[in-house]
């Protein structure tokens, strides 16, 4: 087999029903499950299979959701074809999905993993509800066109592009007027927008509080050196060394996450496959946006 790349999901993936038929078939993923809901203090399985899902959605409860079904997903594929996590070169995940590669290369334990999730979700909720914010996804529009946006609309409140996914889809993120201002910038322009539904601006410094909080349970949590490289959201740069994973994590919340950048460096390391390994197909959608050539497998959770 050829170098391999995985990649892991991040908030947005989640959907109702998400874990119950994999949990049903292989008993390794119920017992993740199972572990998780000790440490979270909640039955996380009984969330995923049925909701409602107002709460799968919220950021507390879709965090957690995604990071244990991700995990969940790489078991059934290390038990079916365990070659493909040998033959990993590199690897990387979506905002949120960072934690998740981070456990699978061995830095963070799933116990801690667990645990730095759940604080991760209630930081961001909290901070979000200190300030009415969004995200909205602008379709089909250049770089420069869009920071332009965002210089105009930025005259009603915070608002900076947060996600750079890939080409022609970029998410900016900032305070509900802002967003309301975007919207309709983009409208007379043609362009296309999609609100997301998330809490609140996240990737900008309206996440500060969710920063300090972070730290501070990053600060004590043991983070070990990888095994595989682990590409960065905010800089695209491997990173190996404890220190430097805490730091680049917990800055995360604030700043943007280079995922088309992470993507291209993926590609050119001479990665022959990449499996998206969680919940949904959203991943697979933006590297083929990049590389319609490159073979993707989704490994559903």
Wanted: proline share 4%; with cysteine; glycine share 8%.
């Amino acid at each position: 087999m050829g170098a391999t790349s995985f990649l892991f999901p991040g908030q947005g993936a989640q959907y109702l029903g998400m874990g119950a038929a994999l949990c049903d078939k292989f008993p390794p993923a119920f017992q993740r499950f199972q572990q998780a809901s000790q440490i979270l203090g909640y039955d996380l399985l009984e969330i995923c299979k049925n909701g409602p899902a107002d709460q799968l959605n919220s950021t507390v409860f879709s965090q957690p959701a995604i990071y244990v079904s991700s995990l969940a997903a790489l078991d059934l594929l290390n038990a079916e074809d365990p070659q493909a996590a040998q033959s990993c070169k590199i690897t990387a995940g979506l905002s949120l999905g960072e934690y998740t590669a981070l456990t699978f290369a061995g830095a963070i334990s799933f116990e801690d993993g667990v645990a730095l999730v759940k604080e991760r979700g209630e930081a961001m909720q909290a901070a979000s509800e200190k300030s009415p914010s969004g995200m909205l996804s602008v379709i089909g529009a250049e770089k420069e066109q869009i920071a332009q946006m965002c210089e105009d609309a930025g005259k009603a409140g915070l608002i900076k592009m947060a996600n750079f996914l890939c080409p022609g889809n970029i998410v900016v993120s900032g305070d509900d007027q802002a967003c309301l201002m975007f919207e309709k910038i983009a409208s007379e322009k043609g362009i296309r927008t999609i609100k997301l539904a998330v809490a609140g601006a996240f990737h900008t410094s309206l996440m500060e509080p969710a920063l300090d909080r972070l730290a501070k349970i990053l600060s004590t949590t043991t983070i070990a050196s990888t095994n595989v490289p682990v590409l960065a959201n905010v800089d695209a740069l491997e990173h190996s060394d404890p220190v430097s994973i805490k730091n680049k994590l917990a800055r995360q919340v604030v700043e943007p996450v280079l995922w088309e950048n992470c993507i291209r460096k993926i590609l050119d390391s001479g990665v022959e496959k990449l499996y998206e390994v969680g919940p949904g197909r959203v991943l697979a959608g933006l590297a083929k946006r990049i590389n319609r050539k490159i073979e993707i497998v989704n490994i559903q959770a």
